[in-house]
T-cell receptor, first 115, second 111 residues
Framework: NAGVTQTPKFRILKIGQSMTLQCTQDMNHNYMYWYRQDPGMGLKLIYYSVGAGITDKGEVPNGYNVSRSTTEDFPLRLELAAPSQTSVYFC??????????????FGPGTRLTVT | GENVEQHPSTLSVQEGDSAVIKCTYSDSASNYFPWYKQELGKRPQLIIDIRSNVGEKKDQRIAVTLNKTAKHFSLHITETQPEDSAVYFCAETGTASKLTFGTGTRLQVTL
């Protein structure tokens, strides 16, 4: 299993540009999550999904959109990029939200800079 | 869960000493408490977790304790080694479909 994969690894965007961060997992997990981590800070939940076709906002959803058309894929869309969106973005997935099989598996991250 | 406080934010110990990181939570429905380790430039990875029906769990040099009455749980690392240097995050969940993470503790193990 490849686990959770993310593309791209790095990206530089100009203010106002848009992009999609890709996330794919091959563990047949229903639960998927997008976090952002600013330098030296903790993890903030952007959006999450409990299964294909279902998404919900996290702590910091403004400026982002997601979709979940398949179990495997959970892309994150940035519209009109702003410098405040400079961060490392982690995608994660889990079989359940907690308890047995509640471990979240993280992807390697996408380092995004908006200038 | 709604809020998780984590202390200390930084911790420096000498190699071989013990390290303790503490988290408090507010949601009485919380029932799952994992700890994640994030090395510099890497992704977070689960190192140990505990469920609400257990008071303590050990895995070699790491242990987690849970006090449901006081709503706090702690990570204990004994005989610390340089490779334990990292940022550690506690988290919790109960009825929600997501984890609430603490703010992280940067552990530095010095020789």
């Amino acid at each position: 299993n490849a686990g959770v994969t993310q593309t791209p690894k790095f990206r530089i965007l100009k203010i106002g540009q848009s992009m999609t961060l890709q996330c794919t997992q091959d563990m047949n997990h229903n639960y998927m999550y997008w976090y952002r981590q600013d330098p030296g800070m903790g993890l903030k939940l952007i959006y999450y999904s409990v299964g294909a076709g279902i998404t919900d906002k996290g702590e910091v959803p403004n400026g982002y959109n997601v979709s979940r058309s398949t179990t495997e894929d959970f892309p994150l869309r940035l519209e009109l990029a702003a410098p405040s969106q400079t961060s490392v973005y982690f995608c994660a997935s889990s079989y359940s939200p907690g308890g047995v099989d509640g471990e979240q598996y993280f992807g390697p991250g996408t380092r995004l800079t908006v200038t | 869960g709604e809020n998780v406080e984590q202390h200390p934010s930084t911790l420096s110990v000498q190699e071989g000493d013990s390290a303790v990181i503490k988290c408090t939570y507010s949601d009485s429905a919380s029932n799952y408490f994992p700890w994640y380790k994030q090395e510099l430039g890497k992704r977070p990875q689960l190192i140990i977790d505990i469920r609400s029906n257990v008071g303590e769990k050990k895995d070699q040099r790491i242990a987690v304790t849970l006090n449901k009455t006081a709503k706090h749980f702690s990570l204990h690392i004994t005989e610390t080694q340089p490779e334990d240097s990292a940022v550690y995050f506690c988290a919790e969940t109960g009825t929600a479909s997501k984890l609430t993470f603490g703010t992280g503790t940067r552990l530095q193990v010095t020789l």
